[in-house]
């Protein structure tokens, strides 16, 4: 069996690394070091002519986070991986690479929040103007399209409205237009989700979520093709300069291997819950992809492994028990980020989403009564017990005494 031909749960574990190369050690070597020393004048200046392969410099390449690279580009089915120091280290770095000025975006209808930040800055600064798209259809997308689009940008699973957009009809309109498709797989990770696989061209990751999976760094990760990925490499990451630390690309390598199975008990965890959720009274919506009434279940079905670990929901209140919500859990932490062993809950309009206006945060569906949770690995009968108390504590006039006993 080649190396091409192994599954994902062995990739997760083995890619990019061989024990033999580094002395028997098992866990990849942390290549804490700014510089490499070259042997002669005349080897540094073939380094620098690019004559002759091997490290010079770590903004420029580090035998650690080159393993990384090589790990997560196998595990998309890419040609070549880059980390970055942060998930909108590598946004920035693809979209600058990827666009100049007067040039168009077209996005999905609901964004990050900084990334919604770094599409207004280059609207101001450079006249990159963008426009928002449900993406609910083949004619949609097509008359969304300017002459100057340059790229078009999707995250699925929306965050934090856990809508989802069919990658595969995207690319089938792209394709026509010649326009690179870019995806934000933060929500998914390559374990559930692989839209190199579907035919988009560019792929990237807040790898500081379910990645690394333990909260524990901030970290970014994209995916593409070799020419495209040579071009950043040599461009928005050499000169602006957004690249990991040694450290946290060696804590990522040891994340990635139990990804399949964190992702596992995450989904598990999460598709429990939202239907504890959909049953308590005082709950008027729930927004989770592995719902099988989801209203994209059947796009879910066809691009997706499972659900995810990301529930949101919308209360009956506003956001003074939103608030309240919050206030009354007892091991749930209240935080932004996701997919970490903790689970955690935060309010959308006024933490991750407060930045954008709120005509457009109501437009992407933000309400003030919507919350969203990332479940973690705790039991989920404790995650529920935890979550249905402080509900029935906030909406006492709801309060359910029957169903959400276990
Ligand atoms: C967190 C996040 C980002 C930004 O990543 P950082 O690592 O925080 O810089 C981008 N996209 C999505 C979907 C995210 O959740």
Redesign the pocket.
Known sequence: MTRNEERFETKVIHEGYDSKDHLGSLATPLFQTSTFTFDSAEQGERRFAGEEEGYVYSRLGNPTVRVLEERIAALEGGEMGLAFG????A?SAVLTALTKANDHILCSQGL?G??FGLLTMMKEKYGITHDFSLMASEEEVHSRIQPNTAVIYI?TPI?PTMKLIDLDMVVRVAKTYNIPVVV?N??SSPYLQRPIELGCDIVLH????YIGGHGDL???LVVGKQAFMKEVAMTTQKDIGGIIAPFDAWLLLRGLKTLPVRMDRHCDNAEKIAQALAEHPSIKAVYYPGDPDHPDAKVRAKQMKAGGGVIAFDIHGSKKEAQKLLNSLEFIKIAV??GDTESLIQHPATMTHAVVPEHARRQMGINDELIRLSVGLEAWEDIWSDLSQALDHVLPQYADHTSHSI
Not at 86 to 89: D, F, K, P, R
Not at 206 to 209: N, Q, V
């Open positions: 942060s998930g909108m280290a946004v990050y900084c990334t995250e965050n934000d933060t929500f807040s790898a500081t979520k901030v970290a970014g980020s996701l």
